[in-house]
């Protein structure tokens, strides 16, 4: 049969408010939107299980929703449901399938490639991919694979008519960055998500399905347009996006708050003044859903990892405010504690930039192809950069910032190299991190003029934040390395003590025209 598994129900009868009965929560959360349902009695014996199947089955007809037992295929046999779910260590598959009518759905659980190929092999009908975020509904054998860990389960299933599903955690406040995350690089998506507390624990189980099935639908139809009405960029258009950003910036003066690293802290502070913007430098768990509220932009800096649980917060809280996330992993590659902080990072939000220098972006990729020595990249670089940047942009969903003596910035269609800058970029402490910040500004430059009066929307639930970050990262680059240009050649600049003054003086002075004759810009 054809199913709809977008919003996938998975019942928990102990997690109901006090007050609320099992069958009324049900047949609201139906009311709600609600495509399938499960039932999961893990503690029932079997006539209470069976009991519970038959009323269940008999309020799923009602509203046409098929109905699946979990683990159990002679509850499945009795009430004829409409199929069954198993899990790794229950019944086999092809012993199932002997037991069952024809016709009946089977499911399985996934946690790897292995599970998912395994499950190709035997043909069944969908996958459960999880868990993507921790649960308290259920003790958890296998690891959290993360939104981010999702793709490459979805990819082994291309080609397939598998349909998959992911479970574990969800609920209306991570739902669009599963959804967003989990997404292979050849893009393949989730058919939908499965809710267990989210719903069961509500006192109105009809609004909270309501709100996940809206969710889904507005994602579903961005995606599609998204894939179908990709955006086209030329030399001049990115180039005029930038000089309209500048005049952006300067006319509304966005917030942007930097959580960045110690070392930074003030030329960072100095560099968003002189683009026009306002910093705000704060790293207080307590002010995050305040500031995310403010428009403007996020930039997470973990040089100095001491402020990790402001990170995540801040992230989330820019997430749900739809406003831009430029993360930079200074020296990511440095330590294991980095990579793991890293990974935690951009599983618990999306990021709209990820900005790095080779070596960074190679230990983000798990590429051996460029070294990173601290903060530093070794190495001659990579021998396709075009590739390596547009594929890491598609993986992480996100626009993708290489910076070095060539730039190459990627939304994963798209690639756009830049050959500005000056050497002496690489004598001052902090240049990269400065980067981040021109970035941010310029991507929170983005989010307004995408937000002003009289504009569409936008598919700001496919993108997790309104704006062209494509237009934004290129605008940040381009201001610093041509103002680094401009400071090099003064007079009154004899080394990197008297360049970084100067620098900050040719971002506050730059001007359109100067940012237009000097931009070196290609497009791939």
Known sequence: MAI???????????????GKEYLESLEEALQGGVTVVQIREKKSDTLEFLEIAQSSKILCA???????????????????????????????????????????????????????????????????????????TKKLTSPVIGARGVGSLLQALDGTNIKA?????????????????????????????????????????RSAAQRLKDTLDAWVHHFDVQSRVPQVYDVETIKNGVVKLMQVIRDRSPLIHQITNVVVTNQSANATLALGASPIMATAPEEMRDLSRIPGGLLINFGTITNKGSMILAGQYANEAQKPVVFDPVGVGATQFRKTTASELLNAWQASVIKGNAGEMASLAKSNEV?????????????????????????????????????????????????????????????????????????????LL?????????????KLVRGDMLIGAVGGVLALTVAAECAAERSDVHGSGTFLPALIDELYNLKPETLLSRAKVQVW
């Open 4 to 18: 709809d598994f977008s919003l996938y129900l998975v019942t928990g009868r102990e997690l109901l408010p006090p």
């Open 62 to 136: 009602k509203y046409k929703v098929p109905l699946i037992i979990n683990d159990r295929i002679d509850i499945a046999l009795a009430v004829q449901a409409d199929g069954v779910h198993l899990g790794q260590t229950d019944m086999p598959v092809h012993v199932a399938k002997s037991l069952l009518p024809a016709g009946t759905v089977i499911g399985v659980s996934c946690n790897d490639t292995d599970h998912v190929k395994k499950a190709i092999e035997d043909e069944v009908d969908y996958i459960g991919i999880g868990a993507v975020w921790g649960t308290t």
């Open 165 to 205: 599903i992911a479970i574990g955690g969800i609920n209306s406040t991570n739902i669009l960055r599963t959804l967003h995350g989990s997404v292979s690089s050849s893009g393949h998506r989730l058919d939908g998500i499965a809710v267990v507390s989210d719903i069961m624990a509500s006192p109105a189980p």
């Open 371 to 447: 070294q990173a020595k601290g903060v530093d990249s070794v190495g001659s670089g990579f021998a396709d950069p075009v590739s390596f940047i547009r594929e890491i942009a598609k993986r992480e969903r996100c626009v993708a910032v290489m910076t070095g003596p060539t730039d190459w910035i990627s939304d994963g269609a798209v690639v756009v190299q830049l050959e500005n800058g000056h050497k002496m970029l690489g004598d001052i402490t902090g240049s990269g991190c400065v980067v981040g910040t021109c970035v941010a500004t310029f991507c929170a430059g983005a989010s």
């Open 450 to 462: 995408a937000t002003a009066p009289g504009t569409s929307p936008g598919p700001e639930l496919a």
